[in-house]
């Protein structure tokens, strides 16, 4: 009698440690209790006679699996954490635009970027396991949080560099009348950046600045009207050099300095030898 009971201690042993796995949530409970076909109360009482009078040796092999899932979940999930963890720190850096009040363009954003790339490969990593599946309504929204900031970024960064070429050529009042539809088109893209700029330098967190909602449409739309003002000041300029060939010599720069100063003589000298 003494050997039997025993040999169902050694049994149920496996099974206890299994189930006193600190990664056990109630979903994993609920697996437990599914598995053994019964439902126990896990309070002061939840001793190991409570184990053995339910027979869970009998689902040894069902529970310890439960378990095994649990640990590997748990494993998963502080990868997660890390992630999210890393992203509470990364802000993006707001560097004065020129000598302009309350101007600002984003500094150098490599480091951002390559948090990014490993942020995302973690999280392939995580939704390539086999266990992920109790965790992945999370993950996957971690997921496409990171790809709407990476997608956000991308036409950022684009926005910025189309809007630091245009802003002193719009600035020229000369340009401003010589092509007024450009001119009230890149005002309006102008006040939408500055905006977005000023309100980054102020909440620099880059996650929570690259996910606002509709940032990502606005920065699309920005994108698309400040390609279209480039094309039409190219066209313009190339009307100008059909009037004008010699224009041909000039890089299109040098031409916009002389259109953008069309009343000051001097500011044609320079360029003369290249006409």
Same mark, same amino acid.
């Given at each position: 009698?003494?050997r ?19 990664a ?5 409970w ?6 053994i076909?019964q ?7 939840f ?5 053995l ?15 095994t ?22 802000e993006?850096v707001?560097i004065p ?5 309350d101007?600002?363009?984003?500094g150098?954003v ?14 392939? @990593? ?11 309504g ?7 949080q990171? @790809? ?17 070429y ?5 600035s ?8 007024p ?5 890149f ?12 309100k ?18 606005a920065?699309?739309r920005?994108?698309e009207t ?23 010599f ?25 006409c």
């Amino acid at each position: 009698e003494f050997r039997d009971a025993v040999n169902r201690m050694r049994e149920v042993m496996p099974v206890a440690s299994a189930l006193r796995n600190r990664a056990l949530k109630e979903r994993h409970w609920t697996k437990v209790f599914d598995a053994i076909q019964q439902v126990l109360v896990r309070d002061e009482g939840f001793t190991l006679q409570v184990l053995l009078d339910a027979k869970v040796r009998e689902h040894r092999d069902a529970v310890t699996r439960v378990s095994t899932e649990a640990t590997q979940e748990l494993a998963l999930e502080e990868l997660l954490a890390k992630v999210q963890s890393k992203w509470a720190e990364v802000e993006f850096v707001a560097i004065p635009y020129k000598e302009q009040k309350d101007a600002y363009i984003l500094g150098g954003v490599e480091d951002v970027q390559i948090v990014l790339e490993d942020s995302m490969v973690t999280m392939s @990593t995580i939704l390539a396991s086999r266990f992920v599946g109790g965790i992945r309504g999370e993950v996957e929204k971690v997921e496409r949080q990171l @790809t709407l900031f990476s997608e956000t970024l991308d036409e950022w960064l684009g926005v910025q560099k189309a809007w630091m070429y245009l802003e002193p050529i719009f600035s020229a009042p000369d340009i401003q009348r010589q092509l007024p539809l450009e001119a009230k088109a890149f005002l309006a893209a102008d006040k939408q950046f500055r905006d977005i700029m000023r309100k980054t330098k102020d909440r620099p967190n880059a996650l929570a600045a690259g996910t606002v909602p509709g940032l990502l449409d606005a920065f699309q739309r920005a994108n698309e009207t400040l390609e279209k003002i480039q094309k039409n000041l190219e066209d313009y300029l190339e009307v100008k050099r059909v009037a004008f060939p010699r224009f041909y010599f000039l890089s299109n720069d040098e031409l916009l300095e002389i259109l953008a100063q069309t009343k000051n003589v001097q500011a044609v000298q320079p360029h003369m030898g290249k006409c």
